[in-house]
Nanobody, 125 residues
Framework: QVQLVESGGGLVQAGGSLRLSCAASGRTFSRYAMGWFRQAPGKERELVAAIGGSGSTTYYGDSLKGRFTISRDNAKNTVFLQMNSLKAEDTAVYYC??????????????????WGQGTQVTVSS
């Protein structure tokens, strides 16, 4: 069992930056790929970024690479999402998730077994 707790969301002006963190419980953190998803009102949950267990493999959703960076610290059981040049359309609830395996970067929500409660990110234009 893995428990995930996100933090770092909030209100930011367009063009600003935020860094989300997701702290995981358990001693098997590095075995899991980690993903950040987001869901805006009335829209489906979409993948923002995913990272393999070692941290050496990453995947980004369409048009997000270059503005967003995912990373992880396995010694601290934490995954991060650095978000720069934020836009109003980035407004959503952001969720972290654990699943897959050490070697892959799952891209669908149903490939992740564990989810955090979400943190709100609001970008004002």
């Amino acid at each position: 069992q893995v428990q995930l707790v996100e933090s770092g969301g909030g209100l930011v002006q367009a063009g600003g930056s935020l860094r989300l963190s997701c702290a995981a419980s358990g001693r098997t953190f590095s075995r899991y790929a980690m993903g950040w998803f987001r869901q805006a009102p009335g829209k489906e949950r979409e993948l923002v970024a995913a990272i393999g267990g070692s941290g050496s493999t990453t995947y980004y959703g369409d048009s997000l690479k270059g503005r967003f960076t995912i990373s992880r610290d396995n010694a601290k059981n934490t995954v991060f999402l650095q978000m720069n040049s934020l836009k109003a359309e980035d407004t959503a609830v952001y969720y972290c998730a654990a699943g897959g395996s050490y070697y892959n970067t799952p891209r669908r929500p149903d490939e992740y077994a564990y989810w955090g409660q979400g943190t709100q990110v609001t970008v004002s234009s």
